[in-house]
């Protein structure tokens, strides 16, 4: 039996590839791809004022709803503004690190290094949130820390700013945006630090060599080069900031994001077709995102 | 040490390259290698130098201390007198071809070659011209507009070269710039590369662990082992004349034939090619012909005298068999005595 089978595979390379591959097509095709396109399409259809139920009719009533109505508008705005200044700091905290560790760590200290990066993703991300509300609550130790150095007068200047400020840490977009920072940091340290750890060493040298001084070297060869591990981790970085529904929840303004008004609206709501709406905007988001990437050539040292 | 050669005996003429004294050593788990041991080396301006040597001998070590990519642990490294120890690679007024040639993979070509009067600021206009015609000069100008990943192996040498040659070094070191070439193409190379340097005048730093090619192009070429020079001469000298027994097997491989089996004291090195085989016994060393090998214009027979091997050459084919007796004769002049080394 498994001599036959073996036979017939035999010189049919392609069958057994196919044979590996149906799982994970099956997986991939109808449940994750499937049901995403299931979900989107609802973005087509709307709710039914008078009954409060779905009338399947293709419409662009919903998506309509989205770009016409103030408070959705506001919300696409704030989640999409987030997000970039989220990945903006992620890139710029991110790289100095992975720099460190790709350079000037090796065996034991690297591994050491990258399961320091890693550890906090072993507990909860949700145990991680409120640990952060309580630090950056009032009486929390953020303020204790500024209280103690005699500087309470910064913290309550940075408070006092618009947009960014609020009654405290915990209740304003600064401190939102800090533990945004802090939970998708590591998204951005690995994948920078991968395309560090594949930039040949000698193209540094030549570099040096043809007499560029370093931060030239910097700017012209590094940085071209790790481009696509930025992307890699702007990717992530974005998309998680931009679906995320738990952190805006519990900390900072009360503005929505896109994530808690997908939430509110499946639920509670019961405006699957709005929520349906609210969830393609990441999707294209991050399709123009990579669109750009690839016509700036962030691609093409891969 | 005998650095004193024809080349430098007729003018005498400036030193590019100077060592003195120089240790480099490595750390990999806990054990310390002295890379290059207390080196002392000085490369004449124009000279064609080979740093010859097996892997791991240190000669790689030496053009990357050369070339400020690798920092002396102690010695001085002066480059046209000036002491350059612990300049960086882009304070240094010289340039390299690397091995795996490090051509940057997100530039052209002509951005590759131009690459080093950017970082200078000239002017864009000037730029694409030099890099264009130095393109040129390796015959490459068609290729301007390519990537690094779309050329073959020898052409990406040639881009390599031209980057290095752009800003006019005074010095260009070259590590195993060949050795990713087949044959043919490293043979072609070698004459070209010989051609472009006596053309500019430049000072070449070559590294090879190819005994032949540091022969046929060098002026003078330092034999590496364990991190020491063991000798260092002319190409003619080195093969006429071996000084040790590393160095006389590692350069055209000579027969090193201990006294005691020519009632004398000490080593020496013979040729194989300045042997002759006589068939049958007859006063002089005899021995076995363990094995013919045919190799077109000449023909290698291996010998066996006692418990030694000893390999000729001679031109043509041999009429000998295998198992055959045979007597070795050669003239005393071809007889080197080697130094014992440690």
Same mark, same amino acid.
Request: proline residues 5%; positive net charge; glycine residues 8%.
């Given at each position: 039996m498994?001599?036959?089978?073996?036979?017939?595979?035999h010189?049919r =390379?392609?069958?057994?590839?196919l044979?590996l591959l149906?799982? =994970?097509?099956?997986w991939?095709?109808?449940?994750?791809?499937?049901?995403?396109?299931n979900?989107l399409?609802?973005?087509f259809?709307a709710?039914?004022?008078?009954?409060?139920?779905?009338?399947?009719?293709p419409t662009l009533?919903?998506l309509?709803?989205?770009?016409?109505?103030?408070?959705?508008v506001?919300?696409?705005?704030?989640?999409f503004?987030?997000?970039?200044?989220?990945t903006i700091?992620?890139?710029?905290?991110? $790289? =100095?690190?992975a720099? $460190?560790m790709?350079?000037?760590?090796?065996g034991n200290?690297?591994?050491? *290094?990258?399961?320091?990066?890693?550890?906090?993703?072993?507990?909860?991300?949700?145990?991680r949130?409120?640990?952060?509300?309580?630090?950056?609550?009032?009486?929390?130790?953020?303020? *204790?820390?500024?209280?103690?150095?005699g500087?309470r007068?910064?913290?309550d200047?940075?408070?006092?700013?618009?947009?960014?400020?609020?009654?405290?840490?915990?209740?304003?977009?600064?401190?939102?945006?800090?533990?945004?920072?802090y939970?998708w940091?590591?998204?951005m340290?690995l994948?920078?630090?991968?395309?560090l750890?594949?930039?040949?060493?000698?193209?540094?040298?030549a570099?040096?060599?043809?007499?560029?001084?370093p931060?030239?070297?910097?700017?012209?060869?590094?940085?071209?080069l790790t481009?696509?591990?930025?992307?890699?981790?702007?990717?992530?970085?974005?998309?998680l900031?931009?679906?995320?529904?738990?952190?805006?929840?519990?900390?900072?303004a009360?503005?929505f994001?896109?994530?808690q008004?997908?939430?509110?609206?499946?639920?509670?709501?019961?405006?699957?077709?709005?929520?349906?709406a609210?969830?393609?905007?990441?999707?294209v988001?991050?399709?123009l995102?990579l669109?750009l990437?690839?016509r700036?050539?962030? $691609?093409?040292?891969? | 040490?005998?650095?004193?050669?024809?080349?430098?005996?007729?003018?005498k003429?400036?030193?590019a390259?100077?060592?003195?004294?120089?240790?480099?050593?490595?750390?990999?788990?806990g054990?310390? /290698?002295?890379a /290059? #041991? +207390?080196?002392?080396?000085e490369?004449?301006a124009g000279e064609?130098?080979s740093?010859?040597g097996p892997?791991?001998s240190?000669?790689?070590?030496?053009?990357?201390?050369? &070339?400020?990519?690798?920092?002396p642990?102690?010695?001085v490294?002066?480059?046209?007198?000036? #002491?350059?120890s612990?300049?960086?690679?882009?304070?240094?007024?010289?340039n390299? /071809?690397?091995q795996?040639?490090?051509l940057?993979?997100?530039?052209?070509?002509?951005?590759?070659?131009?690459?080093? @009067?950017?970082?200078?600021?000239?002017?864009?206009?000037?730029?694409?011209?030099?890099?264009?015609e130095?393109?040129?000069?390796?015959?490459?100008?068609?290729?301007?507009a390519?990537?690094?990943?779309?050329l073959s192996?020898?052409q990406? +040498?040639?881009?390599?070269?031209?980057?290095?040659?752009?800003?006019?070094?005074?010095i260009l070191l @070259? %590590?195993e710039?060949? &050795?990713?070439? #087949?044959l043919?193409?490293?043979?072609e190379?070698?004459?070209?590369?010989k051609?472009?340097?006596?053309?500019l005048?430049?000072?070449?730093i070559?590294?090879?662990? #190819?005994?032949g090619?540091?022969?046929?192009?060098s %002026?003078?070429v330092?034999?590496?082992?364990? &991190?020491?020079?063991?000798?260092?001469?002319a190409?003619k000298v080195?093969?006429?004349?071996?000084?040790?027994?590393?160095?006389?097997?590692?350069?055209?491989?000579?027969?090193?034939?201990?006294?005691?089996?020519?009632?004398?004291?000490?080593?020496?090195?013979?040729?194989?090619?300045?042997?002759?085989?006589?068939?049958?016994y007859?006063?002089?060393?005899?021995?076995e012909?363990l094995?013919i090998?045919?190799?077109g214009?000449?023909?290698?027979?291996?010998?066996?005298v006692?418990?030694e091997?000893i390999?000729?050459l001679?031109?043509?084919?041999s009429?000998?068999?295998?198992?055959?007796? /045979?007597t070795?004769?050669?003239?005393e002049?071809?007889?080197r005595?080697?130094?014992?080394?440690?």
């Open positions: 498994i001599r036959r089978a073996s036979g017939v595979l010189g =390379p392609w069958l057994g590839l044979l149906i799982p =994970p097509l099956l991939m095709g109808i449940i994750y791809m499937g049901s995403l396109v979900l399409l609802y973005s259809y709710l039914d004022d008078f009954t409060g139920q779905i009338k399947f009719e009533a919903t309509q709803q989205l770009f016409t109505s103030s408070s959705n506001d919300i696409v705005q704030r989640t503004v987030m997000s970039l200044v989220v700091a992620c890139a710029l905290l991110a $790289f =100095p690190i720099y $460190f790709a350079f000037h760590t090796k200290s690297k591994a050491f *290094w990258i399961l320091l990066v890693l550890l906090p993703l072993w507990s909860s991300y949700l145990v949130v409120y640990a952060w509300k309580l630090l950056l609550a009032k009486e929390g130790i953020i303020s *204790w820390f500024f209280d103690t150095l500087i007068f910064v913290l200047w940075i408070l006092t700013l618009p947009i960014i400020g609020g009654f405290s840490l915990s209740s304003s977009y600064l401190g939102m945006f800090l533990v945004f920072v939970v940091l590591p998204y340290i994948p920078i630090q991968a395309s750890e594949r930039v040949p060493k000698s193209l540094l040298q570099s040096s060599d043809l007499g560029a001084k931060n030239q070297t910097f700017w012209k060869v590094l940085l071209p481009v696509p591990g930025i992307a890699a981790g702007s990717i992530f970085t974005f998309s900031t931009l679906g995320d529904y738990i952190i805006p929840g519990v900390i900072g009360p503005g994001f896109i994530g008004m997908v939430y509110t609206q499946q639920g509670t709501a019961g405006n699957i077709p709005l929520a349906a609210f969830s393609l905007v990441p999707i988001i991050i399709g995102y669109a990437a690839k700036w050539g962030a $691609f093409d040292a891969l | 040490m005998t650095t004193a050669t024809s080349f430098t005996e007729q003018s003429p400036e030193i390259v100077c060592l003195e004294q120089v240790v480099c050593s490595f750390t990999t788990s054990k310390t /290698v002295r /290059v #041991d +207390q080196v002392d080396l490369i004449a064609f130098f740093l010859l892997s791991g240190g000669k790689t070590t030496c053009l990357r201390l050369i &070339g400020g990519f690798e920092r642990a102690s010695g490294i002066k480059l046209f007198g000036a #002491d350059a612990r300049l960086p690679p882009f304070q240094r007024e010289l390299t /071809v690397f795996d040639y490090a940057f993979p997100h530039m052209s070509v002509l951005e590759n070659v131009g690459y080093a @009067l950017m970082v200078r600021g000239v002017p864009k206009l000037e730029r694409i011209k030099r890099a264009t130095m393109l040129e000069s390796v015959k490459l100008a068609g290729f301007a390519r990537r690094p990943a779309q192996g020898g990406r +040498q040639r881009v390599a070269l031209a980057r290095a040659l752009v800003n006019r070094p005074r @070259l %590590d710039p060949l &050795g990713a070439l #087949d043919k193409l490293r043979e190379m070698q004459i070209e590369l051609a472009l340097q006596r053309e005048g430049i000072t070449f070559y590294v090879t662990h #190819d005994q090619e540091a022969l046929s192009m %002026d003078r330092a034999v590496f082992n364990h &991190g020491k020079i063991e000798q260092m001469d190409p080195l093969y006429d004349a071996p000084r040790t027994e590393f160095v006389a097997k590692f350069v055209g491989s000579a027969n090193v034939i201990p006294g005691v089996l020519i009632g004398r004291s000490g080593l020496f090195a013979l040729r194989p090619e300045n042997i002759r085989v006589l068939e049958g007859h006063n002089g060393l005899s021995g012909l094995d090998h045919f190799l214009a000449q023909t290698r027979l291996e010998i066996r006692g418990n091997r390999a000729t001679q031109s043509g084919v009429h000998l068999e295998r198992g055959a007796a /045979v070795l004769e050669w003239s002049q071809h007889l005595q080697l130094e014992v080394s440690a």
